[in-house]
C-alpha cells in the first residue's frame, strides 16, 4: 500500500504563510483522491481541503477557503497545501490521506504521520 510522508510544517507568525507538502513513497498519487485533515489538541480531526485525482476539482472548508490552496505537483508524486494568512486557531498537527475513489471528506483509505503547524500571535 502506498505510504505518505507529510512536511513543511513549522512555527510560524499570524498573517504568514506555510506551504505543506505529502510525498508518496513507491508510487505515484495520479490515481487518488487527495486530503488534507488538521487535529487541535482537545479537538477531533477535521477536513481541511481535498482534490480529486486529476486535480480538477477541489474542495475546501470553510475555515480554509480563500486561504488555503490545495494542488497536485507536475511530478505526480507530491500533494500540496498552501497555507496563506495563518491565524492561531489554525494551529493543529496536519495530516495527508488518500482514497481510491471519487472526491470526498470522508473515508480515507491511506495516512500520513502528521506535521505540526504552530501559529503564534
Known amino acids: 500500500q502506498v505510504q505518505l510522508i507529510e512536511s513543511g510544517g513549522g512555527l510560524v507568525q499570524a498573517g504568514g504563510s506555510l506551504r505543506l507538502s505529502c510525498a508518496a513513497s513507491?508510487?505515484?498519487?495520479?490515481?487518488?483522491?487527495m486530503g488534507w485533515f488538521r487535529q487541535a489538541p482537545g479537538k477531533e480531526r477535521e477536513f481541511v481541503a481535498a482534490?480529486?485525482?486529476?486535480?480538477?476539482?477541489?474542495d475546501y472548508a470553510d475555515s480554509a477557503q480563500g486561504r488555503f490552496t490545495i494542488s497536485r505537483g507536475s511530478a505526480k508524486n507530491t500533494v500540496y497545501l498552501q497555507m496563506n494568512s495563518l491565524k492561531p486557531e489554525d494551529t493543529a498537527v496536519y495530516y495527508c490521506?488518500?482514497?481510491?475513489?471519487?472526491?470526498?471528506?470522508?473515508?480515507?483509505?491511506?495516512w500520513g504521520q502528521g506535521t505540526q503547524v504552530t501559529v503564534s500571535s
Open positions: 482534490i480529486s485525482s486529476g486535480g480538477a476539482t477541489k
Open positions: 490521506a488518500g482514497r481510491t475513489g471519487p472526491i470526498s471528506r470522508y473515508e480515507y483509505n491511506y
Open positions: 513507491g508510487r505515484t498519487l495520479n490515481n487518488y483522491a
